[in-house]
């Protein structure tokens, strides 16, 4: 036998559809900057200028983090060498009281090859992942003042990304040593770099909204 013909059927006024929309919202919440100064650079380039060796900037506050940057003077990884490296780190997600400026010798591992990369990468747990803070940063080369330079400036950004505890996002290959060495920002033996921190938070809303059929609205039924 023959199936008949779909055919079309009008929903009931007594059967609204209901349908809902929902929103996710990526939005900054705050942002803050430090200048690190790096001065007497040809004394720290010996004391701290192997390959894996940093200069460490204070701490400073950006949407309720505390941030602290990596400088890098002969790479952060081998294949860095001859490059000046920087890393952003989050050094706590309170009000812990701020740190001063350090040295160390502590290599980046870890790192991917992109430029845009980040140091530490291990699995996160449960208690780590709580921490987690998305974030965009930005690095430049700037005046001693610790102001942009209206001439071509070495500025480079990262993507909002997430920073923990054990990790750190940066560029491992900003500029050359060559390139810094020969060029207007290192000054009387002094150069600064600029890191500006820009926190990143999501939400989700859900808005319902029953509405009860347009017209034309209905469901196609086929007979079997």
């Given at each position: 036998?023959?199936?008949?013909?779909?055919?079309?059927?009008?929903?009931?006024?007594?059967e609204p559809e209901e349908s809902s929309v929902s929103t996710?919202?990526?939005?900054?919440?705050?942002?803050?900057?430090?200048?690190?100064?790096?001065?007497?650079?040809?004394?720290?380039k010996t004391m701290h200028g192997g390959n894996g060796s940093y200069v460490e900037s204070s701490a400073f506050k950006a949407a309720g983090h505390t941030w602290m940057f990596r400088c890098y003077l002969d790479g952060a990884r081998p294949e860095d060498a001859g490059f000046v490296s920087l890393f952003l780190k989050v050094a706590s997600t309170d009000n812990a009281p701020a740190a001063d400026a350090t040295?160390?010798?502590?290599?980046?591992?870890?790192?991917?090859?992109?430029?845009?990369?980040?140091?530490?990468?291990?699995?996160?747990?449960?208690?780590?992942?709580?921490?987690?803070?998305?974030?965009?940063?930005?690095?430049?080369?700037?005046?001693?003042?610790?102001?942009?330079?209206?001439?071509p400036s070495r500025r480079v950004r990262g993507c909002a990304s997430a920073f923990h505890s054990s990790n750190m996002w940066g560029f491992p290959q900003f500029i050359s040593k060559?390139?810094?060495?020969?060029?207007?920002?290192?000054?009387?033996?002094?150069?600064?770099?600029?890191?500006?921190?820009?926190?990143?938070?999501?939400?989700?809303?859900?808005?319902?909204d029953a509405r009860p059929p347009g017209p034309g609205n209905g469901v196609c039924l086929v007979s079997l």
């Open positions: 036998m023959p199936s008949c013909p779909p055919y079309y059927a009008p929903m009931s006024s007594d996710v919202v990526a939005m900054a919440v705050g942002a803050g900057h430090h200048t690190l100064r790096v001065q007497g650079y040809s004394r720290l040295t160390g010798n502590a290599l980046a591992a870890d790192a991917t090859t992109s430029n845009a990369a980040a140091t530490g990468n291990a699995p996160v747990d449960a208690a780590t992942a709580e921490s987690v803070v998305h974030a965009e940063y930005e690095f430049a080369l700037v005046h001693h003042r610790g102001t942009l330079v209206k001439w060559k390139d810094l060495e020969g060029s207007r920002f290192l000054k009387h033996d002094c150069f600064a770099v600029r890191c500006k921190v820009t926190v990143v938070q999501e939400w989700s809303i859900k808005e319902e």
